[in-house]
Nanobody, 123 residues
Framework: QVHVVESGGGLVQAGGSVRLSCAASGRTFSNYDMSWFRQAPEKEREFVAAISGSGGTYYADVAKGRFTIARDNAKSTVYLQMNRLKPEDTAVYYC?????????????????WGQGTQVTVSS
């Protein structure tokens, strides 16, 4: 069992930056692929970024060039640095940990999910 807890959300103006953190506990963190998904009001949850246990990174098109995912295995934490935020980035951001087979942008890879953290970008 892995427990993940997100933090760092809040209200930010368009063009600003936010760094989300996700602390994991329970199993060997470095064995898990980690990801961020988000869900905007009245929309389905969508993939944002992922980082494999070996450090490979993957981004959705909406995140490329603006967001950076990183992990610190010593702290069992994954981060999502979000820059040049837009109002359409407003969503609840979820951290997920997994070891399933498949592409890292698919939800089925991830067995453990956090409760989410709200990011609101004002125009």
């Amino acid at each position: 069992q892995v427990h993940v807890v997100e933090s760092g959300g809040g209200l930010v103006q368009a063009g600003g930056s936010v760094r989300l953190s996700c602390a994991a506990s329970g199993r060997t963190f470095s064995n898990y692929d980690m990801s961020w998904f988000r869900q905007a009001p009245e929309k389905e949850r969508e993939f944002v970024a992922a980082i494999s246990g070996s450090g490979g990174t993957y981004y959705a098109d909406v995140a490329k060039g603006r967001f950076t995912i990183a992990r610190d295995n010593a702290k069992s934490t994954v981060y999502l640095q979000m820059n040049r935020l837009k109002p359409e980035d407003t969503a609840v951001y979820y951290c997920a940990a997994g070891s399933g087979a498949g592409l890292l942008n698919t939800e089925s890879v991830y067995q453990y999910w956090g409760q989410g953290t709200q990011v609101t970008v004002s125009s």
